[in-house]
């Protein structure tokens, strides 16, 4: 065999312990595999002397994870510190300008700064893998860049936030409202230190963005992901979805259309038998369509130390191989810059509302929605006080900006009280 392939590894959290912990248990089947011997030279975290379970006295410590991307005994940098910003950025920068390879689960830190990163890594001769940072231990990455290298895609979408799925999931199985669900994902621990990353949708979002620049040549654009979180989710639209053969999932979308790229991470109902619809609880799926391949369907863990740590060893393997692709899947400088196409591709949606129980209230709306160019496919009416009636309307095929008008519209009527929800079914 050759030489040992070293590694740095910045970030002794979950799944930092969780790549020690492959490398020190089966060392043969990794070197069998990589066609070289695996080793961690030197390590680096916020605290030297927290017990972490594992003894590290064999490897080298280095307070600053800019001083270990640095170290002439690393070959490969391991980046698991997390963050857009700061150290983790810093010393990215430094591996690649030291001519290092990098391994990283840091989705944030690539959406914001992937296309300036790949750039200067294709510059330095060196190669940025991110497998980990998106959808845990599924391999959609490589799927991407290798399985379905040969295929022009038209449309990459999935759930890709275990925590938001859980809750929803969680809200239909046991009938309890959004509030209560999140306090127990909360006192679980599922949440980010921030909530909002998860249930605003930003950290699938950052997902999202990825796989749109490998699956349609473009430059990361995650600030044209148009987001829209669970919050407003209620368990009377869970149960109503559920009565007309719908689950609510956070679908993450994008295609390229006539218009430009679309990207969005919302709320959609999608059909209750679909592979979609049947997945529960905290996994993750992700769904490509390519011309000659057809529908591909991955599925599986998309968090925790040892999906997460598994990801980052098939990059580590790759590297180990000598197996070198550019970081989305062709040169950086050929990414092109997406134009952003907000919602373009026309689709049923759910609209729930509450009107005035008078006479003539439905009448409004439906003239609104006729003037709106919108059709209606479905409606029903559940139970009601003496004031006000809950209605469910599904809508045929149209556009948001067409729904947008239409919802606006419902102010001059007098008769919608609040503000209604609207839901994209999305076909899968």
């Given at each position: 065999?050759?030489?040992?392939?070293?590694?740095?590894?910045?970030?002794?959290?979950?799944?930092?312990?969780?790549?020690?912990?492959?490398?020190?248990?089966?060392?043969?089947?990794?070197?069998?595999?990589?066609?070289?011997?695996?080793?961690?030279?030197?390590?680096?975290?916020?605290?030297?002397?927290?017990?972490?379970?594992?003894?590290?006295?064999?490897?080298?410590?280095?307070?600053?994870?800019?001083?270990?991307?640095?170290?002439?005994?690393?070959?490969?940098?391991?980046?698991?510190?997390?963050?857009?910003?700061?150290?983790?950025?810093?010393?990215?920068?430094?591996?690649?300008?030291?001519?290092?390879?990098?391994?990283?689960?840091?989705?944030?830190?690539?959406?914001?700064?992937?296309?300036?990163?790949?750039?200067?890594?294709?510059?330095?001769?060196?190669?940025?893998?991110?497998?980990?940072?998106?959808?845990?231990?599924?391999?959609?990455?490589?799927?991407l860049t290798e399985g379905l290298a040969g295929n022009v895609i038209t449309r990459v979408m999935g759930v890709m936030n275990g925590t938001c799925n859980y809750i929803l999931t969680r809200m239909e199985s046991a009938g309890l409202p959004y509030d209560?669900?999140?306090?127990?994902?909360?006192?679980?621990?599922?949440?980010?230190?921030?909530?909002?990353?998860?249930?605003?949708?930003?950290?699938?979002?950052?997902?999202?963005?990825?796989?749109?620049?490998?699956?349609?040549?473009?430059?990361?654009?995650?600030?044209?992901?148009?987001?829209?979180?669970?919050?407003?989710?209620?368990?009377?639209?869970?149960?109503?979805?559920?009565?007309?053969?719908?689950?609510?999932?956070?679908?993450?979308?994008?295609?390229?259309?006539?218009?430009?790229?679309?990207?969005?991470?919302?709320?959609?109902?999608?059909?209750?038998?679909?592979?979609?619809?049947?997945?529960?609880?905290?996994?993750?799926?992700?769904?490509?369509?390519?011309?000659?391949?057809?529908?591909?369907?991955?599925?599986?863990?998309?968090?925790?130390?040892?999906?997460?740590?598994?990801?980052?060893?098939?990059?580590?393997?790759?590297?180990?191989?000598?197996?070198?692709?550019?970081?989305?899947?062709?040169?950086?400088?050929?990414?092109?810059?997406?134009?952003?196409?907000?919602?373009?591709?026309?689709?049923?949606?759910?609209?729930?509302?509450?009107?005035?129980?008078?006479?003539?209230?439905?009448?409004?709306?439906?003239?609104?929605?006729?003037?709106?160019?919108?059709?209606?496919?479905?409606?029903?009416?559940?139970?009601?006080?003496?004031?006000?009636?809950?209605?469910l309307i599904v809508t045929h095929k149209t556009t948001r900006d067409a729904l947008d008008h239409a919802i606006t519209g419902f102010t001059d009527t007098k008769v919608v009280v609040g503000s209604p929800v609207a839901i994209r079914i999305e076909s899968?």
């Amino acid at each position: 065999m050759t030489a040992p392939l070293r590694l740095g590894i910045a970030g002794l959290g979950t799944v930092g312990l969780g790549v020690l912990d492959i490398v020190r248990k089966q060392p043969d089947l990794l070197a069998h595999r990589a066609g070289r011997p695996i080793e961690i030279t030197g390590i680096s975290a916020r605290s030297h002397n927290k017990d972490r379970g594992m003894d590290l006295s064999g490897y080298a410590w280095e307070a600053d994870p800019v001083a270990l991307a640095k170290r002439d005994d690393v070959d490969v940098f391991v980046e698991l510190i997390g963050g857009d910003t700061g150290p983790a950025l810093d010393a990215t920068k430094a591996a690649i300008s030291a001519g290092k390879d990098v391994v990283t689960a840091n989705k944030a830190m690539l959406a914001h700064h992937g296309q300036d990163l790949a750039e200067t890594a294709e510059k330095a001769g060196a190669v940025i893998r991110f497998e980990a940072a998106v959808a845990g231990g599924i391999p959609v990455v490589k799927a991407l860049t290798e399985g379905l290298a040969g295929n022009v895609i038209t449309r990459v979408m999935g759930v890709m936030n275990g925590t938001c799925n859980y809750i929803l999931t969680r809200m239909e199985s046991a009938g309890l409202p959004y509030d209560e669900v999140f306090a127990e994902a909360d006192a679980l621990g599922y949440l980010e230190a921030d909530p909002n990353l998860d249930v605003g949708g930003i950290d699938a979002g950052h997902k999202l963005s990825l796989l749109a620049a490998i699956a349609f040549g473009t430059k990361v654009s995650f600030d044209a992901v148009e987001l829209e979180g669970i919050g407003r989710i209620t368990i009377e639209d869970i149960a109503q979805a559920a009565d007309m053969g719908y689950k609510i999932k956070l679908l993450g979308v994008a295609q390229m259309t006539g218009r430009g790229l679309e990207q969005r991470m919302s709320p959609c109902l999608v059909p209750d038998d679909s592979p979609l619809g049947q997945l529960q609880g905290g996994t993750n799926m992700v769904v490509i369509e390519g011309d000659s391949a057809g529908q591909i369907v991955l599925r599986g863990a998309g968090a925790g130390r040892g999906p997460t740590a598994s990801a980052v060893m098939a990059d580590v393997i790759d590297l180990a191989r000598g197996f070198r692709v550019s970081t989305f899947g062709r040169p950086a400088t050929a990414l092109t810059q997406a134009i952003p196409a907000k919602a373009a591709a026309p689709a049923p949606y759910y609209l729930r509302m509450t009107l005035q129980d008078k006479p003539g209230a439905l009448a409004k709306v439906a003239t609104v929605l006729g003037e709106a160019g919108i059709s209606v496919d479905r409606m029903r009416q559940y139970g009601h006080s003496d004031a006000t009636a809950p209605v469910l309307i599904v809508t045929h095929k149209t556009t948001r900006d067409a729904l947008d008008h239409a919802i606006t519209g419902f102010t001059d009527t007098k008769v919608v009280v609040g503000s209604p929800v609207a839901i994209r079914i999305e076909s899968v």
